[in-house]
């Protein structure tokens, strides 16, 4: 039996994510077959009004991404997720390349004057809407290894007309980020696909200014499920059988420094899965 090493994962979730923003832009066939492929969610919920590109035509040749009322949203995944106000806040383009399991904005409890970093931020729905939250003085950053979801949430943030944002190039394992550089980390259904998670969680400490806090989304799986169960119920890059247990998601923050951790189950994601919301401190007096 042949085993597939980290860098093969990485290389697959990069293609994945790659092939989404693609396909959301107005790719071919190719792409949307990859998405239908490896994604959390059918191929439908990743293209605009739930209908995918024909082959070889344009956004415009092929509908194009209609306004954000008339999508067919999944309640349970992706843009679905959030409420009719968050959704009529940002460009249709980013409610489609949205492949989220959860709302991180609905936990983060942001303020007007924060620095907030999403990890894996795709296409920049939480990016944009925390960017509204935090205000004229506060920032917004977005980190993302794949340059097609990169340039697509560029084109989503100038089409919004949002400015106090940044997306920068890099993984969630090394974050291009100095130290106490922001005061609150989210994320949302993205450390999962994440082949080295202790270094995930020791970043997310590092970038935190004291007293910071963590709001994040994500596939979490119950503590009697082996990895090996795990993957039986579904692909790596399909976010199943990468995900944490509870109990490791409690451990690994806690060795990593975090106070006060905890994982809240919201919603099914499989047999002992779940779509789950994840919170922690690092404490004010750290230095």
Excluded: W
């Excluded at 936990?107 to 809407?129: F, K, T």
């Excluded at 989304?217 to 059988?241: F, K, M, N, Q």
């Amino acid at each position: 039996m042949m085993t597939t090493t980290d860098a093969q994962l990485r290389e697959q979730v990069r293609r994945r994510y790659a092939a989404a923003a693609t396909a959301v832009s107005g790719g071919g066939t190719n792409s949307d077959a990859l998405v239908a492929e490896a994604g959390c969610a059918p191929a439908a919920s990743n293209s605009c009004c739930g209908a995918p590109a024909t082959a070889g035509a344009s956004q415009s040749e092929s509908g194009g991404c209609c306004e954000p009322g008339s999508m067919e949203l999944d309640a349970s995944f992706g843009a679905g997720l959030y409420n009719a106000e968050e959704q009529a806040e940002l460009p249709a383009a980013a409610l489609a390349a949205s492949l989220g399991c959860g709302n991180p904005l609905a936990v983060a409890d942001l303020r007007v004057g924060e620095r907030v970093l999403d990890l894996g931020s795709g296409g920049g729905i939480d990016v944009l809407l925390s960017a509204r939250r935090v205000g004229e003085t506060g920032l917004a950053y977005g980190v993302d290894m794949t340059d097609e979801m990169l340039t697509l949430a560029r084109a989503n943030a100038a089409k919004a007309g949002v400015t106090n944002v940044e997306f920068v190039k890099g993984s969630i394992e090394e974050i291009p980020l100095p130290d106490a550089a922001v005061e609150v980390v989210i994320s949302n259904c993205v450390i999962n696909l994440s082949v080295d998670k202790p270094a995930v969680l020791a970043e997310m400490f590092r970038v935190l200014a004291p007293g910071g806090r963590i709001g994040i989304s994500d596939v979490v799986a119950e503590d009697h499920l082996t990895p090996a169960e795990r993957a039986e119920r579904g692909s790596y890059v399909g976010c199943i059988a990468g995900a944490l247990s509870r109990t490791e998601y409690l451990d690994g923050l806690t060795a990593a420094g975090f106070h006060d951790p905890s994982v809240t189950f919201t919603h099914h994601a499989g047999d002992g899965m779940h779509a789950g919301i994840i919170r922690a401190i690092k404490p004010s007096q750290f230095r």
